[in-house]
């Protein structure tokens, strides 16, 4: 770990959170609309929001221009959460619901930064790492993180829209490593999905950390660790 230059972190799940859940968020939107709000309907459109994402294809767009590519994303986006409703009951005006919600995810209120984020965030920069972010987000997280106020400690911000790759495909790893203009083997990467993160990180040879909040992965892969305070042990 001693070569390493440069940090790189996944976003949702690692750096922030969704305050609640997306069912949560979702419910509190669509009761105007006569949609009821219980313990068990948010367990439903959990459920559903996770299946729908899990059966989506990739954020990859075959669009360069700004606001084509914004278009893109939100009928990605507006898929998913159709789908969501499809599966636990669909309602009149949703295209209404729907711009209602996709905003409130470009907002800080929608969101949760983990209690160590800016201060592992602050010592990495004094003791002179670089700071990226790779993420399969969409072009909202520019708002996200300057409304979170974490914009400032990144040297790069590299998401799967703008990059034409979502992890764990070798290329966005290439592109957030070309930003710093730095070897693999000089970068590690933090985040929470096994998959997308660990492997997708190993596998382009960057150093690969599981960030494993909720200690469901008991061990099976290393290095792992609970929360980013943790970090100072594998860099020293």
Not at 81 to 104: I, S
Not at 113 to 123: G, H, T, W
Request: proline share 4%.
């Amino acid at each position: 770990m001693s070569s390493i230059k440069v940090v790189f972190f996944d976003a949702v799940g690692t750096l922030f959170h969704v305050k609640g859940s997306v069912g949560d968020v979702y419910l509190r939107y669509a009761e105007k609309y006569g949609v009821p709000r219980s313990v068990d309907m948010v367990t439903k459109v959990n459920q559903a929001f996770k299946d729908a994402f899990c059966q989506a294809p990739p954020p990859i767009f075959a669009v360069e221009q700004p606001e084509k590519l914004k278009q893109c994303e939100r009928l990605w986006w507006f898929d998913i959460v159709h789908a969501v409703f499809y599966r636990v009951g669909m309602f009149e005006e949703f295209d209404d619901y729907f711009d209602e919600v996709y905003g409130a995810f470009s907002r800080a209120e929608a969101w949760g930064i983990y209690s160590e984020v800016s201060e592992v965030l602050q010592q990495l920069r004094v003791q002179g790492y670089e700071l990226g972010v790779i993420s399969n987000f969409d072009t909202r997280f520019f708002e996200i993180v300057r409304a979170l106020g974490l914009e400032h400690f990144f040297d790069s911000i590299t998401i799967s829209s703008i990059a034409g790759s979502a992890k764990p495909a070798l290329q966005i790893f290439r592109h957030a490593l070309a930003q710093h203009v730095v070897e693999p083997e000089e970068a590690m990467h933090v985040g929470d999905d096994p998959k997308e993160d660990f492997e997708g990180a190993a596998n382009a040879g960057l150093s690969g950390v599981l960030l494993d909040r909720d200690g469901t992965e008991k061990g099976e892969i290393t290095p792992c660790i609970a929360d980013l305070g943790e970090l100072q042990q594998l860099l020293h």
